[in-house]
């Protein structure tokens, strides 16, 4: 009794615990926002727009002055030079204690440049962030799509099965009023395993194909795991194409892989700017307290505070630094900073080059897959008429095992052909509207 009694409260225990994503079906939005908070690369991400935060933050406080204590005490033995010129052998004990703060007051333009040149480099981290936030999605959306494909394939098979075994009834009937041959009941009985067969395998891909998906999405475990399936029949989801121009000219102006390259080549700039400021003169304020106490063994010392009151000294001052020669370093500097916004200026235009690649190959390839799932729509259609008119007569005798066979074939190969051709063109033209910053829905 105690027993039953543990194992209903364990149960009860492991049931309050389940994850939420136990309770209901997933949709393609649910699915991508989770698989953003949890991807790992997108926290990398996350950790360098940080870094850049932090390194902005630090820019910005460079304005400010800067205050420094330092405090020391030494010993001294043997011999050593006294006041009146002499060395005697005298044990002297020293306490310092100062106070010393610095102002920059001109750094060549150094110090505003910097702030901007981490400001540009915080936006542009954050458009790697977008970025990997964008390549998380598309391929979220891409698994999502294949689970619907694989168990759409997976109805069709049990559907099979269905078939298969309402005319083995029928063959059975026959045969046992002898309207069929022994030969052709076994043929049904056949058909009907090779359909579980193909059902089985089409079941175990579902779930392989649920798996690649709950992976992507960091779940510890597929089980209760699942998706919505939207209604996508007929061409009701089918659309006009927009041109790979128009995509383009959107995508300049919100793709994060073609703004943070813009950023960067802003930064260069700002990058040349600090390397030259090396050339400019450096003016800085300084300012200080120090005091000090001495005793010297063997004779009066006055006391430490009085010390510390009588050495108490104050000091300010300006400091100029003019550079004159410094071994080319900074025109090196400055060629160098050139050379690298030269860099960064091929690498924008040849992020922008594939980006146009990459649209156009995405618009031809929607182009064909509504092409293709046209036909497949056509194909699938002529397919299951003859197949219906190839059953009715195979049930009544016009038609043999083997016409049976191969027009049922055709269909099931019509409708997988359909079944793909419908999510290749849908995944396709998500990617357009990816390019055009449209959300990845399914609605």
Not at 1 to 26: D, E, H, N
Not at 143 to 172: D, G, I
Request: proline share 3%.
């Amino acid at each position: 009794m105690k027993t039953v009694s543990k194992y209903i409260v364990t149960l009860a225990v492991v049931t309050g615990v389940s994850p939420v994503f136990a309770q209901q079906a997933w949709d393609l939005k649910q699915c991508i926002d989770y698989a953003i908070e949890h991807n790992l690369t997108v926290k990398q991400q996350e950790a360098t727009r940080d870094q850049n935060e932090i390194e902005l933050n630090t820019a910005k406080w460079s304005r400010l002055p800067n205050l420094n204590g330092s405090a020391s005490h030494s010993f001294n033995f043997g011999r050593s030079l006294q006041a009146n010129n002499t060395y005697q052998s005298i044990n002297t004990q020293s306490t310092g204690l100062s106070l010393s703060t610095s102002i920059p007051l001109f750094t060549g333009l150094q110090i505003p440049n910097s702030i901007a040149l981490a400001k540009l480099n915080l936006k542009a981290a954050i458009e790697d962030l977008n970025k990997a936030k964008e390549d998380i999605s598309i391929q979220v959306a891409s698994a999502y799509l294949q689970v619907l494909f694989n168990e759409e394939l997976s109805k069709v098979a049990h559907e099979q099965v269905k078939l298969s075994q309402s005319l083995l009834e029928q063959q059975e009937a026959y045969f046992k009023v002898g309207k069929a041959s022994e030969s052709e009941w076994r043929e049904a009985q056949s058909r009907v395993a090779q359909d579980q067969l193909s059902a089985v395998q089409a079941d175990n891909n579902y779930r392989l194909a649920l798996l690649d998906l709950s992976q992507l999405l960091e779940l510890p475990s597929p089980d209760n795991f699942s998706i919505v399936s939207p209604e996508l029949e007929g061409d009701n989801f089918i659309g006009t194409l927009t041109s790979p121009t128009d995509i383009y000219n959107q995508a300049l102006l919100i793709k994060p892989s073609i703004k943070a390259a813009q950023y960067r080549l802003e930064g260069a700039a700002r990058n040349i700017r600090i390397a030259q400021s090396a050339y400019y003169p450096q003016l800085s304020f300084g300012g200080g307290l120090s005091t000090n106490y001495y005793k010297v063994s063997g004779r009066d010392n006055a006391g430490f505070g009085s010390q510390l009151q009588d050495n108490f000294s104050q000091y300010f001052g300006l400091s100029l630094s003019v550079p004159i020669f410094n071994r080319l370093s900074t025109r090196n500097r400055v060629r160098s900073a050139r050379v690298q916004q030269t860099a960064l200026n091929w690498q924008l235009e040849e992020s922008k080059k594939t980006l146009y690649k990459e649209i156009q190959q995405a618009y031809y390839n929607a182009v064909g897959a509504e092409s293709q799932y046209r036909s497949s729509l056509a194909a699938d259609t002529a397919a299951q008429a003859s197949f219906k008119l190839t059953k009715e007569k195979y049930v009544n005798g016009k038609a043999n095992a083997t016409e049976y066979n191969e027009a049922r074939t055709n269909w099931m190969k019509a409708v997988s052909d359909r079944i793909q051709a419908k999510y290749d063109y849908l995944f396709r033209t998500k990617i357009l509207d990816f390019y055009k910053g449209i959300p990845l829905t399914l609605e």
